[in-house]
C-alpha cells in the first residue's frame, strides 16, 4: 500500500516550458488536492476534486491546470511555467467521507529559471 | 470563502516545557479542524484532529481544545521533546457540497534540550 504517490519529486523547467505533475493514491479516496507550499505562506490550495471527472478552483489557481480522468490519479498541469510558481508542491487526498484525514505525497520541488 | 489565521509563527521552547499553537477560523460552516506536523523536507502527517461536536481531544502528549462560539482552536504539547522540533499547521473545512481543506501559515516550534 503504497498511499500518496507524486512524480516527479524535482524538477526544473524554464521560463514558458510546460509539464505536468502526476498524483496517484490507491486508497480509493474521493476527494484529491493539489497544494502549494512557499516559505512562510502555508499550504495554500490550488485545484481539488471532489470525484472522478470533477475539478475544482482552490485559491491559488492561475496558471495551472487539472484533470482527474480516472479515480486515483488527479494531474496537475503549468502550461507556460513563470518563475513565481517555483514552489514546492504536494498531493493529498481523503476519503471516503468529506471530513477525514487527508494524507499527502512526498511533494514535487520545481524549480522555474 | 474560508480563512485561517495560526498564531505564532515561530515557537522556541526549552524541553519538558509545553507549547501551545492557537488558530482562527472564519466560516462557522467549518466542522473539522486538523492539525498536521511537517518535518524538514518530509510531508505533512496528521498528528490529531477535532470535530465540530467536541471541545476537546487529547493523545498522549498533545491536545487540541475548540472553541466554536469564538471560532478558535489550540493545539497543546506537553514535556516537548526535540522530536517534536517541526512546523506545525492547523486547517479547518467544512462538509458543505464545495469540500476543501484551508491550511495556517504554520508554526515553526523548536524544543531546545
Known amino acids: 500500500n503504497a498511499g500518496v504517490t507524486q512524480t516527479p519529486k524535482f524538477r526544473v523547467l524554464k521560463t514558458g516550458q510546460s509539464m505536468t505533475l502526476l498524483c496517484a493514491q490507491d486508497?480509493?479516496?474521493?476527494?484529491m488536492y493539489w497544494y502549494r507550499q512557499d516559505p512562510g505562506m502555508g499550504l495554500r490550495l490550488i485545484h481539488y476534486s471532489v470525484g472522478e471527472g470533477t475539478t475544482a478552483k482552490g485559491e491559488v489557481p492561475d496558471g495551472y491546470n487539472v484533470s482527474r480522468l480516472k479515480k486515483q490519479n488527479f494531474l496537475l498541469g503549468l502550461e507556460s511555467a513563470a518563475p513565481s510558481q517555483t514552489s514546492v508542491y504536494f498531493c493529498a487526498s481523503s476519503g471516503p467521507s468529506r471530513v477525514t484525514e487527508a494524507f499527502f505525497g512526498q511533494g514535487t520541488r520545481l524549480t522555474v529559471v | 470563502g474560508e480563512n485561517v489565521e495560526q498564531h505564532p509563527s515561530t515557537l522556541s521552547v526549552q524541553e519538558g516545557d509545553s507549547a501551545v499553537i492557537k488558530c482562527t477560523y472564519s466560516d462557522s460552516a467549518s466542522n473539522y479542524f486538523p492539525w498536521y506536523k511537517q518535518e524538514l523536507g518530509k510531508r505533512p502527517q496528521l498528528i490529531i484532529d477535532i470535530r465540530s461536536n467536541v471541545g476537546e481531544k487529547k493523545d498522549q502528549r498533545i491536545a487540541v481544545t475548540l472553541n466554536k462560539t469564538a471560532k478558535h482552536f489550540s493545539l497543546h504539547i506537553t514535556e516537548t521533546q526535540p522530536e517534536d522540533s517541526a512546523v506545525y499547521f492547523c486547517a479547518a473545512s467544512s462538509g458543505g457540497s464545495n469540500y476543501k481543506l484551508t491550511f495556517g501559515k504554520g508554526t515553526l516550534l523548536t524544543v531546545n534540550p
Open positions: 486508497m480509493n479516496h474521493e476527494y
